[in-house]
T-cell receptor, first 117, second 113 residues
Framework: AQKITQTQPGMFVQEKEAVTLDCTYDTSDPSYGLFWYKQPSSGEMIFLIYQGSYDQQNATEGRYSLNFQKARKSANLVISASQLGDSAMYFCAMREGFSNTGNQFYFGTGTSLTVIP | GAVVSQHPSWVICKSGTSVKIECRSLDFQATTMFWYRQFPKQSLMLMATSNEGSKATYEQGVEKDKFLINHASLTLSTLTVTSAHPEDSSFYIC?????????FGQGTRLTVV
């Protein structure tokens, strides 16, 4: 089974509107972290937001928030007030376990977001 | 935040030659680093896990003899694409974890002609 599933290959949003990018995950490990990364056309991977499996509140970072629904195993990214610079690929990722830096990250297939002026 | 530096950013080489890509953790020690390959508009595909002082662990289907990984110090891992062919053309990116986050290099765009 896929560890991370992103079902939206492409999304469009009007500038200044909010957009939700979907992500579901699969793990039996009670300790895990969920991440969102942005990859512009330059290729660099930009960290956006992190949610730990034991965190009670949804993570927020500026215009980014993570809608964490543990029972449904979903970790959707919400971008508010979209900007043209938000156009990029967005990857949801998961790492099982917290303290072992040798644990690999599992990535979804990505969502290509296009912000329309 | 932590920084991982990858060099070169892009390289063009002739078919049959070898190319070395370096991945350095600049402000933290990384006993483990990861090497990914990414095709256009696709996700990152884990190629191998690089372990300082020991052999790398390769994912199924990745040729060990073609993609040589050396992790000689706590801050440097190298990926050498040996006898490169046009089908090896791709975007290669490394990462290192500093809990809880993964820090990525800038990536290397390899073109084999």
């Amino acid at each position: 089974a896929q560890k991370i599933t992103q079902t939206q290959p492409g999304m469009f949003v009007q500038e200044k509107e909010a957009v939700t990018l979907d992500c579901t995950y699969d793990t039996s490990d009670p300790s895990y972290g969920l991440f969102w990364y942005k990859q512009p056309s330059s290729g660099e991977m930009i960290f956006l937001i992190y949610q730990g499996s034991y965190d009670q509140q949804n993570a927020t970072e500026g215009r980014y928030s993570l809608n964490f629904q543990k029972a449904r195993k979903s970790a959707n990214l919400v971008i508010s007030a979209s900007q043209l610079g938000d156009s990029a690929m967005y990857f949801c990722a998961m790492r099982e376990g917290f303290s072992n830096t040798g644990n690999q990250f599992y990535f979804g297939t990505g969502t290509s977001l296009t912000v329309i002026p | 935040g932590a920084v991982v530096s990858q060099h070169p950013s892009w390289v063009i080489c002739k078919s049959g030659t070898s190319v070395k890509i370096e991945c350095r953790s600049l402000d933290f020690q990384a006993t483990t680093m990861f090497w990914y390959r990414q095709f256009p508009k696709q996700s990152l595909m884990l190629m191998a896990t690089s372990n300082e002082g020991s052999k790398a662990t390769y994912e199924q289907g990745v040729e060990k003899d073609k993609f040589l990984i050396n992790h000689a110090s706590l801050t440097l891992s190298t990926l050498t694409v040996t006898s490169a062919h046009p089908e090896d053309s791709s975007f290669y990116i490394c990462s290192a974890n500093r809990a809880p986050e993964a820090f990525f290099g800038q990536g290397t765009r390899l073109t084999v002609v």
